[in-house]
Structures are given as C-alpha cells and as structure tokens.
T-cell receptor
Framework: SQKIEQNSEALNIQEGKTATLTCNYT??????LQWYRQDPGRGPVFLLL?????KEKRKERLKVTFDTTLKQSLFHITASQPADSATYLC?????????????FGQGTTLQVKP | ETGVTQTPRHLVMGMTNKKSLKCEQH?????MYWYKQSAKKPLELMFV???????ENNSVPSRFSPECPNSSHLFLHLHTLQPEDSALYLC??????????FGPGTRLTVL
C-alpha cells in the first residue's frame, strides 16, 4: 500500500540546536517533495520544494535532502528559535498525477525551548 | 496573508442545514483545491479544479458539492452533513502544480 509517514511524536529541542524531521514514503514515485509549516488554527505555508533529481536544497536556516533510494526526505532547521515551533508537513507529488495533487504526511510538531 | 481568502472562518450547522464555503484567490493561479483536515489525521484532498474543470474527486460523499465558476473562486456546498464531517476545511491554489498557497481555513462544526 502507499504510505507517507512522518514522526508522529513531537520533537522537543533546545534553542540554538538543529532540528531534524523525517519523511518516509512507500510505493510512490515522487516527481518532487515539498515541506510546509502549519501553525495552530491556520493553513499550511510553503517552505521548500525539492525535485527527484536534486539531493539537497537550502533556504536561509532551512535545508532539505531527498534520497530516492532510501525513499526519504530530511528537513533541517539550524540555529533553531522558539518562533520555529510549529507543525511541519511533508507532501509529495506522484509522477502519475498531472493535476498538481499532493499527498501529505500527518506532520511532526516541533517545540523549541528557550 | 497568502493571497487566498476563505469565508466564513467558523461555521456551526445542524445536520439538516445547507451552507456554502467560499474561497477566493487573486494570485493568477489556474488550479484550486479543497482539503479536509481532521484532528490527528493528514490533510485529505477532496477536490481539484484545473482551469475551472474538476479533475480530481477523491471519493468524497455527495453531501459535499464543489463549484468553480471561474479561476479565482471556489465553493464547497454542504448539505445534510454528519457530525464526523466536523473539521477544518482548507482551500489552496497553485499555478500548474508546484507550491500551493493555502487559505486560513473554515472551522466547521456539525451538531
């Protein structure tokens, strides 16, 4: 069966440390994978997109890696701040779809303590 | 603000009511989406409209009826809903796939 999984347990880290979130998928052929941030009661906000032929993407303190052999994406926030506390969602677009349809993971909640 | 607006932000309705959710984007996008987000569950895609044509319908019950009159507006018509339909309903838009811009959502409670 097709699955996209993120750590369901909340991730608690100390301010200044690097947060690493994991996204694993099964039986999909992603054309690309995206990461979103969602704050309570609000819609997700796009952060980064990484394509199947890219290994790594960076944007300021954010870094995403994509390993199609391991079927995994890692999302890193360096020098984390309490303001980074939120739920982070990964989503993939399967190559079989031409509608821009995204399949979302259930999200991982990050809590950065001062 | 992402450029995608949704109204109302909160809605409480009985199981026999008929109501509509509205979504509007002026980003020049050509695809619009309805998602359902329930507690502790992933975002569930309900409908996709591309160039005002419905191109995806993810086995959604007929009590949910979408409408896309033009590329900037999307509606979700609701009738005879069940309590388990209570959730956050999110609208999103994109340009030819790619990153999606989400609205703030409508928090729906069905009594």
């Amino acid at each position: 069966s097709q699955k996209i999984e993120q750590n369901s347990e909340a991730l608690n880290i100390q301010e200044g440390k690097t947060a690493t979130l994991t996204c694993n998928y099964t039986n999909y052929s992603p054309a690309y994978l995206q990461w979103y941030r969602q704050d309570p009661g609000r819609g997700p906000v796009f952060l980064l997109l990484i394509r199947e032929n890219e290994k790594e993407k960076r944007k300021e303190r954010l870094k995403v890696t994509f390993d199609t052999t391991l079927k995994q994406s890692l999302f890193h926030i360096t020098a984390s701040q309490p303001a980074d506390s939120a739920t982070y969602l990964c989503a993939l677009a399967d190559r079989s779809s031409n509608t821009g349809k995204l399949i979302f993971g259930q999200g991982t909640t990050l809590q950065v303590k001062p | 603000e992402t450029g995608v607006t949704q109204t109302p932000r909160h809605l409480v309705m009985g199981m026999t009511n008929k109501k509509s959710l509205k979504c509007e984007q002026h980003l020049g996008h050509n695809a619009m989406y309805w998602y359902k987000q329930s507690a502790k569950k992933p975002l569930e895609l309900m409908f996709v409209y591309s160039l005002e044509e419905r191109v995806e319908n993810n086995s959604v019950p007929s009590r949910f009826s979408p409408e896309c009159p033009n590329s900037s507006h999307l509606f979700l018509h609701l009738h005879t809903l069940q309590p388990e339909d209570s959730a956050l309903y999110l609208c999103a838009s994109s340009y030819s796939g790619g990153e999606q811009f989400f609205g703030p959502g409508t928090r729906l409670t069905v009594l």
